[in-house]
């Protein structure tokens, strides 16, 4: 385990990493062997999320037609003052923090008291950049913040110095496929004791119109995140994908409840993955899958959490029934 502070004071501000370099350079290896060499085709959706893909998905929340960001920014200030009141949390964890702006909308609800904020996500730096401002805006807040994959170290979050709130919002949820998902969520109630709460974004069954437009900007800017992760890639493992030669594809798969998108060049592509060894062969119209982005009613929601433990405390949802956030508590 390694522990390391910033700039910010040791009392407030703490952050651990329990895997070294070579540790995460040997799972991202593995991940894009196994990708690349499946069929489909993938690559995992997680290695979006270099600096400039942190930064492109900033941009496409910015879009009109990508709905889910605003629309849950919405719900969590309607929702705020009652939920913190009522559950009345010392420790705020977050999977998957990123920036953490939507969780200001309940740190606003709680600024008079004490609150320990457990952000878990893979981006140091943007931990960092956000427990600095986070810390300046809340003088009774203090971060203890895990560096990890939050599907893999659940198991290092701290132990509790009372009730707790666990939150997942984005609906990045919709990103795991059913049997990962049960898993996660299984470790998640393993996290809360009675009292403590879960609460989940999920973006919801809608128009596929406005569901595949979410996904497929008219600025491109979508496109381009998509194509990001062949960039990374070719950084990472000395590769020669050229992005440009394939084209981004969205569509809504209804049988199963997703949104697929894929990377599907027009011309044949051989691609040289020097630091694996491997030579990669992707044939006209063949897609290389990068992200499944499910979506959810209120009955498969509530089945989905029964699965792993949890029932439905409360639900709540936007005037246009776009997108919802549940609350559950351990059963």
Known sequence: MHTFFGE???IRYRARRYTNEAERRRTFEDDVRRGLTGCPKSLPPKYFYDTTGSKLFEDITEQPEYYLTRTER????EIAPALMREVAPRDLIELG????LKTRRLLDARRDQPVRYIPIDVDEG???TAASRLLADYPLLSVEAIVEDFERH???VPVALGRRLVLFLGSTIGNLDPLPRRGLLTRVRSLLAPGDRFLVGLDLVKDVGVLEAAYDDASGVTR???RNILAVVNR???ADFLPEAFAHV????????RVEMHLVPDTPQLIHVGGLGLTVHVATGEGIWTESCYKFTRQSVVAMLEEAGLELAAWHVDPGHYFALALAAPA
């Open 224 to 226: 381009e995140f998509n």
């Open 126 to 128: 943007m931990i960092q």
């Open 74 to 77: 919405t719900l969590l200030g």
């Open 8 to 10: 910010m004071t040791a």
């Open 154 to 156: 659940l198991h290092h």
């Open 250 to 257: 969205a569509f809504y798969n209804e049988a199963a409840s």
């Open 97 to 100: 923090a990123g920036s953490a």
């Open 236 to 238: 990472e493992l000395d």
